[in-house]
C-alpha cells in the first residue's frame, strides 16, 4: 500500500508539475508577495519572482510547511522543478527543436518517463 501512495503522490506532483510548467509568462523581471489569513488565523503566504520567463515560486502554509516551484526557460528548452512540503522534488524537462519534442518527467523515487515526437518536414 505505501508503494500505491508514493506512486499516487509522484503522479499528482508530476500532473501539477506539467499544468504549472506550461503557463506562460512574460519577459520582464517582477516579484510579488502575497499574504493570506484564515478564519481561524491561519495565514498562508505565496511568493513569486518572473524574469525573463523563468519562474521561482514558494508558497508557504500553516505550520511553515511549503511548497516550492522553479522553472527556467533557454533557447528550445524549458526545465522545471516542483518540491513539495516533504521534501520530496519532481522534475520535467523538455527540449524543442525544429525536428523534433523531448520530454523527460522525473519522480520523487526517481523513476522516469519520457516521450519523444519528431516531425516531418
Not at 500532473?15 to 512574460?26: D, E, K, M, Q, R
Not at 525573463?52 to 526545465?79: I, K, N
Request: hydrophobic share 25%; charged share 15%; net charge positive.
Amino acid at each position: 500500500m505505501k508503494t500505491t501512495a508514493t506512486t499516487q503522490s509522484g503522479l499528482v506532483l508530476c500532473a501539477v508539475l506539467l499544468s504549472l510548467s506550461s503557463l506562460s509568462t512574460t519577459a520582464s523581471a517582477r516579484d510579488r508577495s502575497t499574504h493570506f489569513s484564515g478564519p481561524q488565523g491561519h495565514t498562508m503566504t505565496r511568493e513569486v519572482s518572473r524574469a525573463h520567463g523563468d519562474v521561482s515560486s514558494t508558497t508557504t502554509g500553516p505550520g511553515g510547511r511549503s511548497m516550492s516551484r522553479q522553472t527556467v526557460r533557454g533557447e528550445g528548452h524549458v526545465a522545471s522543478t516542483v518540491t513539495g512540503p516533504n521534501g520530496q522534488s519532481a522534475s520535467r524537462a523538455v527540449d524543442r527543436s525544429p525536428e523534433a519534442t523531448n520530454a523527460v518527467v522525473t519522480l520523487p523515487n526517481g523513476q522516469t518517463m519520457s516521450r519523444s515526437t519528431t516531425r516531418q518536414p
